[in-house]
């Protein structure tokens, strides 16, 4: 199994950018798929959760992003999504997805996100 981010750029403050999270492999059954999430880590900090996404659709953020990010996932596509909107320089971090899938958990490779004030 593996997740594929796409999605990230070099953005201006205000701006916006929407990442997606593709899992592809040995997925046998749509309820394999459990919560999916994004992280991100900035230069020198640690790595943070930025938003996540129930099997069920609950979501949650941090609250650096609260009414500028949302997530969501389309189980079809075994795909997330975190659109994000009114970017700030200080969202500038590679973000990385996470999911459970069979009760495994899955990180992908990152995908960087600037954003220029």
């Known amino acids: 199994v593996q997740l594929v981010e796409s999605g990230g750029g070099l953005v201006q403050a205000g701006g916006s950018l929407r990442l997606s999270c593709a899992a592809s492999?040995?997925?046998?059954?749509?309820?394999?798929?459990?919560?999916m999430g994004w992280y991100r880590q900035a230069a020198g900090k640690q790595r943070e959760l930025v938003a996540a996404v129930t099997r069920g659709g609950t979501t949650n953020y941090a609250d650096s992003v609260k009414g500028r990010f949302t997530v969501s996932r389309d189980k079809a596509k075994n795909t997330a999504y975190l659109q994000m909107n009114s970017l700030k320089a200080e969202d500038t971090a590679v973000y990385y997805c996470?999911?459970?899938?069979?009760?495994?958990?899955?990180w992908g490779q990152g995908t960087q996100v600037t954003v220029s004030s």
């Open positions: 996470n999911a459970d899938i069979e009760s495994n958990n899955y």
């Open positions: 492999g040995s997925i046998f059954s749509i309820n394999a798929m459990g919560a």
